[in-house]
């Protein structure tokens, strides 16, 4: 169904026309690389700085300066993928301020990527004459990674396996309240997924700058797939062996508050080791820690990040009665005792920490019932209610048929 994108745009552009007032930011030098002044038309500054931090945002705004001009074209484009954003801008009381609310959310093909990116401006006259005259620069669009953001557009993304071991990703968009993975959104990644019994987001546990999965094998091999970026991975790296002693694992998050994402696992008996991320592919982590007992009774455990505002990463874990407990952690991989935080989680077959799909700052949780059906939690940072009331997925189409998600 049609989505509410375009009005918003809409409005942007409508404000700019009427309303146009300086904004604070660094002030750029100009940037004119090919610019020809015979209508006496000059760039007087920018504040589009060299490097773009869009970490837990979804827009900036960017300012240019010319010494004249009724009406500019500001056109933004991704050097590798050639996306391109294209707006007329107008300028209020003859300031000469062409003012652009960049939104790095894309209505059909999802969030726009990190990468690098130029941008040129050009001016016309009232009537809409052009002027000779054209300025352009570039910038890097930069976000910290994250465990479900495969990619690298800043956006979650859920891994499904199909039933012939077919393994797709489905990239997501949060737009207006409302978290959208809708089936144009899904890519098949490849077949022969159907070797492993887990397979878990993990972060960038190999210390690139893209997040990388981990997989065990039925033999109880363990295997890091480092991502390449496009959503997609290189080839396994083995990383491990004895696994098969362990029936929960679960990684993505910084426990141990050195900004690495660590391993948790808990074997058979309900004892919960931690593996402390090294940040190297080859090894991604040290010598296994005991940091706890009793964690059998959970059939689900999830490494949410920072969900309940401690120092570092907190643990969300569902019981066998379908209760749902956060563990706070405390920063040195161990965690303060537990908080219920409801019941009837068992009406759910995953519990996937999604990082922060919302941007406020707070990671939040995706929970994925039997039929497929989605719900959003949103993290609240308050270790009492660390989750809010659940909100509706819109999920057309991807949800059938699977037997594994991550």
Known sequence: MPRPHAARRFATVLATVLSVTLGAGAVGTPAATAASAEDGITLIRHTVPSVIDMTNRQYIWLDWELSGGSWATVVIRNIRTGHTTTELLGTASNSNTFRLSWDTHDSEKGDVPNGDYTWTITAETLDGTPLDFKASGSFKLVRQPAAHDLNVNGAFDLLQRDSAGGLWRTDSTYYSGELDMESHRREFI???WQVYDRIEA??????????DILTRDTSGVLWLHAGNGKGGFYGRIKVGTGWQVYNRITAGSDLTGD???????????????LHPGTGNATTPFTARKKIGTGWGVYNDITAVGDIAGGPAGDILARDTSGVLWSHLGKGDGTFAPRTRVGGGWN????????????KDGRPDLLAIRGNGDMSLYRGTGSWKTPLLSAQRVWSYDIEFGYNHAA
Do not use: C, E, Q
């Open 259 to 273: 900004r690495r994402p660590d391993v948790l696992a808990a074997d058979k008996t309900g004892v919960l080791w």
């Open 202 to 211: 993990v972060g960038n546990l190999g210390g690139s700058a893209v997040s």
């Open 190 to 192: 490849g077949p022969g």
């Open 347 to 358: 009406t759910y077959s995953h519990l996937i920490a999604t990082a922060d799909v919302s």
